[in-house]
Structure formats: structure tokens, C-alpha cells
């Protein structure tokens, strides 16, 4: 039996939009660091926030 491969494309960093190579297929990696993820996460909680009020 061979390897499987299976080709993914790239996709960009939801913060910075630079394009990731995906080396998995079954959780693609959708940021560049943990600190791009970190301040996306933050500011979703501060624009909750702000149109709470």
C-alpha cells in the first residue's frame, strides 16, 4: 500500500492574510502565530462588546 497525498490549497491568515501551507488536511491551519490568533480572538470579544452598547 502507498502513502496517501493529498493536495490542499492555501489559505490566507485570518489576520494578516499572508498564505499558510496546509500540511493537514483535517484541521487546516487558519493563522500564521498564536499571536495573529490571540489578537483575532480579542477583537471578536471587543466587537461583541461594542454592539452590545
Known sequence: MGVIEI?????PCKWCGHLLE???W???KRFCS??????????QVVSVIVALF
Open 34 to 43: 498564536n499571536w495573529h490568533r490571540l489578537k483575532y480572538r480579542v477583537m
Open 22 to 24: 496546509q500540511h493537514r
Open 7 to 11: 493536495e490542499v490549497d492555501p489559505l
Open 26 to 28: 483535517w484541521t487546516p
